[in-house]
């Protein structure tokens, strides 16, 4: 099966589906109290969001945000189905919303906080780490502040 990648803006309707794919990424990159966080963020604090459909099926999302004085753009809530690991997906989606962050807007830097399970991922595309704090999003879950600069 030829699988096509989509990226487009989050719709209320996806809500459900990304909490559902969220789940599925508990307790081996989440921890299970991020559940509650993420609809949250979907519901009250979300600046832009944007979906990854393979096939027309949505298989994880990733958001983006500004910084007042717009010079800092942030990456949140990036995760995918864990079938869909190892395709490139994550990586497009990443590279879509840092491509955008510099694109239509005057960002310099891009910042995510991270986990010890995924900040190889980030280091990989470009983003340095910063510094960690233990334990910061649950036990056993470190943030790992991580920083991509403008080329």
């Known amino acids: ?72 753009g942030f990456l949140s809530w990036s995760f995918l189905n864990p079938k869909y690991h190892g395709f490139g997906f994550g990586k497009a989606l990443l590279h879509y919303r840092i491509d955008f962050l510099y694109n239509h807007s005057g960002v310099e830097t891009i910042e995510v906080g991270t986990s010890q399970f995924t900040f190889g991922f980030y280091k990989k595309n470009g983003f340095v780490l910063r510094e960690i704090h233990k334990d910061y999003w649950a036990v056993g879950f470190d943030l790992y502040d991580m920083v991509h600069t403008k080329l």
């Open 1 to 72: 099966m030829d699988k096509y990648l989509e990226i487009r803006e989050y719709d209320l309707q996806d809500r459900n589906k990304l909490i559902d794919i969220l789940r599925m990424n508990v307790p081996k990159y989440f921890a299970p109290n991020e559940i509650a966080d993420f609809k949250e963020y979907l519901d009250d604090e979300v600046d832009r969001y944007f979906v990854a459909l393979v096939n027309g099926q949505i298989i994880g999302g990733g958001g983006i945000g500004v910084s007042d004085d717009e010079r800092t």
